[in-house]
């Protein structure tokens, strides 16, 4: 029986070993809820690059691109951080050049892994059928925020859990508190996140209805998965 890791921070993504497993890569505030809107929008690719300078050098080269730091959109470039923004015509078949403060930078410092795929509530229980049909130890990469721990990728990684502990062996101490917290709050996830620093800390932005949506379970059926430098939809 393969086994199921949570990772609750950047920070301590060293102390795993990535070799031979899954990372499914979590930044429910935003990142990962917008490349999975994306995706069920059309989109063809993400290049997701861990800093501002490099989204840039793709933008020149052609690139739509999105930056986003400390939850606002960085100056002269396409799109933001908001799910709502990957839901127009105009995306549809290009490929888009990502940089985000948290979301970007997990999936960089998950390149030793055998797989890569990105996790949001909006696509998990087509998370949830392709680890099922792997069989592959997983860890859930919670992407948290500068480094730090958080309530919603927690969250997440407790619901996803949640689902897979009858086929996977659950016995690390994070997961097992991740799908404590989940199992506690499972019945109004929105008002548990509205406690959240994260919320707090970008409540000037009024993101609350990216939140709300953010939090929605199996809006698409989209999986992006990272192959030769960028995300692509699994077949």
């Keep these: 029986m393969p086994s199921l890791e949570v990772c609750l921070s950047p920070q301590l993504i060293q102390l795993y070993d990535l070799k031979g497993k899954i990372v499914v890569v979590v930044d429910i505030l935003r990142a990962t809820s917008c490349m999975v809107t994306a995706f069920g929008h ?8 861990a800093s ?7 933008q020149q080269k052609g690139y739509l691109a999105a930056a986003e730091r400390d939850g606002s959109k960085v100056e002269g470039f396409d799109l933001d951080n908001s799910p709502f923004s990957y839901m127009s015509e105009h995306i549809k078949g290009k ?9 970007t930078q997990a999936i960089v410092k998950s390149l030793e892994a055998d797989e890569i795929i990105v996790g949001a509530f909006l696509n998990i229980n087509t998370v949830y059928s392709y680890l099922l049909k792997q069989n592959k130890d997983v860890i859930v990469f919670c992407a948290g925020w500068k480094g730090n721990f958080n309530l919603e990728d927690t969250l997440f990684a407790g619901a996803l859990t949640n689902l897979l502990q009858n086929a996977f062996k659950i016995t690390q101490d994070s997961a097992i508190m991740a799908l404590g917290m989940y199992n506690s709050n499972k019945n109004d996830l929105l008002k548990f996140v509205n406690t959240s620093q994260h919320v707090s800390r970008l409540a000037n932005l009024d993101i609350h209805k ?9 809006t698409y059926q989209s999986l992006p ?3 030769n430098d960028r995300l692509v939809i699994s077949c």
Excluded: H, R
């Excluded at 490929?95 to 979301?103: Q, S």
């Design 42 to 49: 059309g989109i063809k690719e993400i290049i997701p690059v």
């Design 52 to 58: 501002v300078q490099e989204c840039k050098v793709l």
């Design 95 to 103: 490929t888009i050049a990502v940089t985000t403060t948290n979301g």
């Design 210 to 218: 990216d939140i709300a949506f953010c939090l929605n379970f199996d």
């Design 225 to 227: 998965i990272y192959k």
